[in-house]
């Protein structure tokens, strides 16, 4: 499926649910996160938007009285029974947990397709949490909000990674052409308006390493720890860093992600630059979730004409650098960065040009 159409959905799902059901579609999207990063679970500030990428869900209810899955992405199926939502270690739990969060148990079929690569710090999970939750209800009203924290609660709870609520909260909220600036201790949000002259783009280093999803759950036990010795509930509310790196990073990452927004209204685009790089220097050197691939990226980024900042985005050990680009030097921007890319680690990097895009809802 090239180009994601109701049609060529609605022709996989009757390929693999036979039969005369006629499905509903829902969407949600991925999302680069500009800046505020490991800062969501110590309730800090974020500044995510959503990307042109995203999870579709084609869904109709089901007459044996199970809950169905297939992915057209893994070419793999998944099915369930009232008594069988359990955690199975696999791509099911996510589908598996928003059911089981959501409304329990739905007998429905539920085709699944997407854009959003995986595992490239690009938040494929949220897209899939929020457009299979979409289809479970069905049409049914819920507050925006209550689905943020119930697709978290799922991904918590379910699949067991202890993340924060960014990127459920992007996937479910997010507004067209413009990025949100979340607080993610009152789930407040504002609209932010990027400056016109610059692009957006991310690079894909196409790396992912292994390291990754157990540094992730120790920085997040390193920064309650940091939290208890600073004598405050999180690290948001903390004013110093008592000389812990964790720390150190998740106060000035907070400040960061306020200048920026103040950068943005100004559009001080060298500004905006200069934090990007500052935020990639302390999650490279302070909070320590970058790897060699994404430290090229940036250094290389920085040297290119056109290029205001560059940083990496998402959890870190791979994916995604998301780089601030003057429009006119994006073609020779993306020339050069996979070039160098590719002689140097023989990996074609593949870039996405992003501008914002809206949140979950119906296709
Ligand atoms: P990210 O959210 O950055 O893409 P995660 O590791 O959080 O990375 O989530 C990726 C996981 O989500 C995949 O390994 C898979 O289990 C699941 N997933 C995402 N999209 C799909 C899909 N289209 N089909 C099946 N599983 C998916
Ligand atoms: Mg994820």
Redesign the pocket.
């Known amino acids: 499926m090239a180009c994601v159409t109701r049609e060529s959905l609605a022709a996989e799902f009757a390929r693999h649910y036979p039969g005369p059901a006629s499905p509903k579609f829902w969407r949600a999207p ?1 999302r680069i996160n500009l800046i505020g990063e490991h800062t969501d679970y110590n309730l800090g500030f974020v500044m995510p938007m959503a990307i042109g990428f995203s ?1 579709y869900v084609a869904a109709a209810p089901s007459h044996d009285g199970k809950l169905h899955a297939y ?1 057209t ?2 070419n ?1 199926a998944r099915e369930w029974t009232p008594g069988s939502l359990q955690p199975a270690g ?2 099911g739990d ?1 589908v598996a947990g928003v059911a089981k969060v959501l409304v329990d148990y739905q007998p429905m079929n539920l085709l ?3 854009e ?13 949490e929020l457009s299979v939750a979409l289809a479970l209800l069905d049409g049914r009203m819920m507050e925006p909000l209550d689905l943020v924290r119930l697709c978290r609660r799922a991904e918590n709870e379910f699949v067991g ?1 202890p993340c924060g609520i960014m ?1 459920q909260f992007i996937s479910g909220l997010a507004k067209e052409n413009t990025a949100l600036r979340i607080d993610c201790r009152g789930l407040e949000y504002e609209v932010v308006t990027l400056p016109r002259d610059v692009v957006v783009v991310a690079v894909n280093s196409m790396v992912k390493h292994e390291l990754g999803n157990s540094a992730y759950r120790t920085r997040v036990a390193e920064c309650a720890a940091a939290a208890r010795m600073l004598g405050v509930e999180n690290l948001r509310e903390a004013t110093t860093d008592g000389g812990d790196k964790r720390a150190r990073h998740v106060v000035s990452e907070n400040a960061r992600v306020e200048e920026f927004r103040a950068a943005c209204a100004a559009g001080d685009l060298h500004k905006m630059g200069e934090l990007f790089v500052a935020s990639h220097r302390s999650l490279q050197h302070d909070y320590e979730v970058s790897c060699e691939e994404l430290d090229f990226l940036v250094d290389t980024a920085i040297t290119i004409d056109g290029v205001y900042g560059a940083r990496m985005t ?2 870190g050990f791979g ?1 995604c650098t998301v780089n601030l680009v003057a429009p006119d030097q994006v073609d020779a921007f993306e020339t050069s960065i996979t070039q160098v890319y590719r002689n140097r680690y023989q990996i074609e990097a593949r870039v996405y040009r992003s501008t914002p895009a809206a949140g979950a809802g119906p296709f």
């Open positions: 991925g999870t992915s992405n893994l793999d696999d791509w996510y699944i397709h997407s959003v690569p995986t595992g490239a710090g690009l938040s494929s999970s949220a897209a899939l990674v990127d998402g959890g994916g």
